[in-house]
Nanobody, 124 residues
Framework: QVQLAESGGGLVQAGGSLRVSCAAS????????LGWFRQAPGKEREFVAA????????YYADSVKGRFTISRDNAKNTVYLQMNRLKPEDTAVYYC?????????????????WGQGSQVTVSS
């Protein structure tokens, strides 16, 4: 079993940057693909980014591509989401998730383990 805990969220002005982190516990971290999802008020949870087990392959939602970067440090059991040039529409609760597979799925149903989420608020 893998347990995830997000941190690093907060309030930032539009155009600014923020990095959210997700620390994992459990012995299977390095074999899991990891993903970031977000949910804004009144909206469904949506895919943001994913990274495969080795960190070599990444995928991004079109809405964040070029602005966000997902990375992982398996030695620290941590996955990161670096968010640059933030926009008010990026405001959401950000969740990290771990999949059973080592590939990097972009579908929510492919992820088994979920963190509790971290609030990111971008002011205009």
């Amino acid at each position: 079993q893998v347990q995830l805990a997000e941190s690093g969220g907060g309030l930032v002005q539009a155009g600014g940057s923020l990095r959210v982190s997700c620390a994992a516990s459990g012995r299977t971290f390095s074999s899991n693909a990891l993903g970031w999802f977000r949910q804004a008020p009144g909206k469904e949870r949506e895919f943001v980014a994913a990274i495969n087990w080795s960190g070599v392959i990444t995928y991004y939602a079109d809405s964040v591509k070029g602005r966000f970067t997902i990375s992982r440090d398996n030695a620290k059991n941590t996955v990161y989401l670096q968010m640059n040039r933030l926009k008010p529409e990026d405001t959401a609760v950000y969740y990290c998730a771990a999949a059973n597979t080592g590939w990097a799925p972009t579908v929510e149903d492919d992820y088994r383990y979920w963190g509790q989420g971290s609030q990111v608020t971008v002011s205009s």
